[in-house]
């Protein structure tokens, strides 16, 4: 079972929409049956809102299911309600954000793109501080959570169980100077030294590249159980949106590779980014 309340709170989601589905009913109806409205069901299967075990047996008996399923999904149900360690930081995390930390925490495959900035994992304090200071209208307080926050992320990083990691990163984000010249020679000392970790590969998007098939930064993460389907993110000022249906993930499976092949090797990003380093030491 995924690990982090996130995970499994979209796990009872997709597990009820499917035994919906097998019973070949409606929400209308489902709540109807058992005097609910359409809205609370389709709330369930979403994962907008909390899902008492009571409501759990409940559907569980309307749909026939056997002991054993309906013990996992009350469990799921229970589960689900716990704190995540990222929400202890309060007003340092947005909720739509908090959603995604979740997710993240508990992905097998993790893909990213960006096109402006190094990605969050891969952050020095430094790096990071400076980006919460600029737009968001965060107190100092806020500002100190949220960049704690994004240091306990990048752990997952380095976990004995560590995801395989693959970013992509436009030749842009290595040339955007983010505070001064000394938060980047130690942010690309830092992105060195990621990129050799064993389950991380790290290849840079050249501006010579041509045409390539993405338009803006996207994260693609994939899970260890086959019952929790591949997902898309991106993110936005206020809000995020999370697209997980087959056709989405294809095209940006697809997009993904397009930029694989676009992007220089593993061996000469590595190459690109010791010569901008040096750069910034003049």
């Known amino acids: 079972m995924a690990g982090s309340p996130t995970a499994r ?20 109806q489902v709540g109807e049956a058992l005097d609910w409205s359409g809205s609370k069901v389709n709330r369930m299967e979403t994962g907008n809102g909390r899902v008492q075990p009571s409501d759990i047996g409940a559907l569980c008996r309307y749909y026939g299911t056997s002991d054993e ?53 891969m952050q020095t304090e430094a790096y990071a501080c400076e980006l919460h200071k600029t737009g968001a209208h965060l107190s100092a307080e806020d500002i100190e959570k949220a960049v704690r926050v994004r240091m306990e992320r990048q752990a997952m990083l380095r976990r004995p169980d560590a995801p395989d990691a693959w ?23 830092r992105v060195l030294d990621d990129a050799e970790l064993s389950t991380v590969t790290l290849q840079v998007l050249p501006f010579d590249s041509g045409t390539y098939p993405a338009t803006g930064t996207f994260t ?26 087959e056709h989405h993930v294809r095209e ?6 397009g930029l694989r092949a676009a992007a220089l090797s593993p061996q000469r990003s590595v190459q690109l980014i010791k010569s901008v380093l040096k750069e910034y030491a003049r």
């Open 9 to 28: 709170r979209r796990r009872l989601s997709i597990e009820l929409k499917k035994l919906r589905e097998q019973s070949a009913l409606t929400c209308a």
């Open 167 to 189: 970013f992509i990163v436009n030749e842009a984000s290595l040339r955007n100077v983010i505070g001064d010249r000394a938060v980047m020679r130690e942010q690309l000392e």
């Open 220 to 245: 693609m993460l994939g899970f260890p159980a086959q019952e929790d389907p591949d997902l898309v993110y991106r993110d936005g000022i206020t809000d995020a949106v999370y697209l997980e249906g």
């Open 69 to 121: 399923l309906r013990e996992f999904l009350m469990s799921l149900a229970r589960q689900a309600k716990t704190r995540g360690w990222w929400q202890v930081h309060g007003s340092g995390v947005p909720e739509w954000f908090n959603i995604y930390i979740g997710l993240e925490q508990d992905a097998s495959t993790f893909r990213q793109y960006q096109c402006e900035l190094m990605p969050g994992l």
């Open 252 to 257: 940006y499976t697809r997009a993904f590779d």
